[in-house]
């Protein structure tokens, strides 16, 4: 990074961002000092102007910003830094400065997809995700085709709560399904998205 820190008095913006989640959790401030000791540490480590010191983000709250990376603008005066945050972000408890919460849970589709992924390699005794790999592909099938007409009929004639609940089954053994066909669920949002129209 060739950062200009003298164009904005020796202080650029740092932008902080979660890593998992993608939500802007906070803004500080670092000089070449600050940015120096973050990259050293794996802490995020501002300049305060009020206090005229570097601080940690943490320090005093126990709740780091570990950082996962560092990149700046095109202009070299802006700095993005992805992190891992531990506890909330905010001194006033909030999970981001901006009074938003740190959470997408779209994401834990993602993190669904790795545990199954996990489970086809090690194949653990006693697991319910384990048999089905076991049970070939012809019985993964069928699952997702029970699940999804449990899905319709609850669509039709159930109540919304229990259309959600056969809807995730469905989509359970489908990522099951997809995984020992050497697929994903982003193989499926890849296919989805070039057949958008904006």
């Known amino acids: 990074m060739k950062l200009d820190f003298e164009k904005v008095n020796g202080l650029i913006p740092a932008i902080i961002q979660d890593n998992e989640t993608n939500k802007v959790l906070m803004l500080g401030y670092m000089n070449e000092d600050a940015l120096k000791k973050t990259q050293e540490t794996g802490k995020v480590t501002f300049y305060s102007r009020t206090k005229e010191r570097l601080w940690t983000k943490g320090e005093e709250s126990g709740n780091f910003l570990n950082v996962v990376s560092i990149k700046d603008d095109c202009d070299h005066d802006t700095l993005l830094v992805k992190v891992n945050p531990v ?11 901006f009074e938003e919460e740190n959470k997408e849970n779209i994401l ?17 005794e006693g697991s319910y995700t384990t048999s089905l790999f076991q049970s070939g592909v012809n019985r993964m099938a069928q699952k997702v085709g029970e699940e999804a007409l449990e899905s319709v009929i609850e669509a039709c ?17 489908l990522i099951v399904l997809l995984t020992s066909k050497g697929l994903t669920i982003e193989d499926l949002a890849v296919e989805l998205q070039k057949r958008h129209k904006k």
């Open 87 to 97: 506890g909330p972000v905010c001194h006033t408890g909030a999970d981001t400065c």
């Open 108 to 124: 834990f589709l993602k993190y669904l997809q790795q545990f199954i992924e996990k489970r086809y390699k090690e194949m653990p």
């Open 157 to 173: 004639n159930g109540t919304d709560e229990r259309l959600v609940y056969e809807a995730a089954d469905m989509l359970y053994h």
